[in-house]
């Protein structure tokens, strides 16, 4: 079956310890988003790839970056994460059908991330 | 800017009964879309249900409708004869066409169904 997939689901790392999240897709969409969510509150976006162009978020930390080395996979970089980044990440991807709104981004199963 | 309110942080219903999630959104983008996401206590968010700010009839999905009030701004999701499996998060969130890809989200409704 055609899905998103993350690795790890669950990933403990120390303070300021650098960590990679992972993000993979068999649906050949073009665009790959990540975004942080936070106990009890919604998703909030990080950026996103549409093909090999990066988008960032305004308010996004400088120190989460992001790699899509090709179309099927997609990393999310923690330079030096600190006690406020533990979050679930979730990793989603959408066709890229420019301004159709009914566009559907569909999610891979998130990846928890724990600092200690 | 586009804007998403859920309400209700929280909604207890009885097994087999019908309930309404609702959700209220403000755009001045003429041409958008809206969905409903279901969030389970696993983590993944899974698509229920959309509905295009020009579609003249409500969507439907099996179980799940939309009850989409345009003047009103309102996008209630309507689940029919609930399921102990329907206890989740689930959040709202709209596209504008104009968005850049983005999707927003409300801050979701947990929705709890007892035996």
């Known amino acids: 079956d055609a899905m998103v997939i993350q690795n790890p689901r669950y990933q403990v790392t120390q303070f300021g310890k650098p960590v990679t999240l992972s993000c993979s897709q068999t649906l050949n969409h073009n665009v790959m988003y990540w975004y942080q969510q936070k106990s009890s509150q919604a998703p909030k976006l990080l950026f996103h790839?549409?093909?090999?162009?990066?988008?960032n978020e305004a308010d996004t930390p400088d120190n989460f970056q992001s790699r899509r080395p090709n179309t099927s996979f997609c990393f999310l970089d923690i330079r030096s994460p600190g006690l406020g980044d533990a979050a679930m990440y979730l990793c989603?991807?959408?066709?890229?059908?420019?301004?159709?709104?009914?566009?559907?981004?569909?999610f891979g199963p998130g990846t928890r991330l724990l600092v200690l | 800017a586009q804007k998403i309110t859920q309400t209700q942080p929280g909604m207890f219903v009885q097994e087999k009964e019908a309930v309404t999630l609702d959700c209220t959104y403000d755009t001045s983008d003429p041409s958008y879309g809206l969905f409903w996401y279901k969030q389970p206590s696993s983590g993944e968010m899974i698509f229920l249900i959309y509905q295009g700010s020009y579609d003249q009839q409500n969507a439907t999905e099996g179980r799940y409708s939309l009850n989409f009030q345009k003047a009103r701004k309102s996008a209630n999701l309507v689940i029919s004869a609930s399921q102990l499996g329907d206890s989740a998060m689930y959040f709202c969130?709209?596209?504008?066409?104009?968005?850049?890809?983005?999707?927003?989200f409300g801050q979701g409704t947990r929705l709890t169904i007892n035996p």
């Open positions: 969130a709209m596209r504008e066409a104009r968005g850049a890809q983005k999707l927003v």
């Open positions: 989603a991807t959408s066709r890229g059908h420019g301004t159709f709104t009914g566009e559907t981004q569909y």
């Open positions: 790839y549409y093909d090999k162009d990066f988008n």
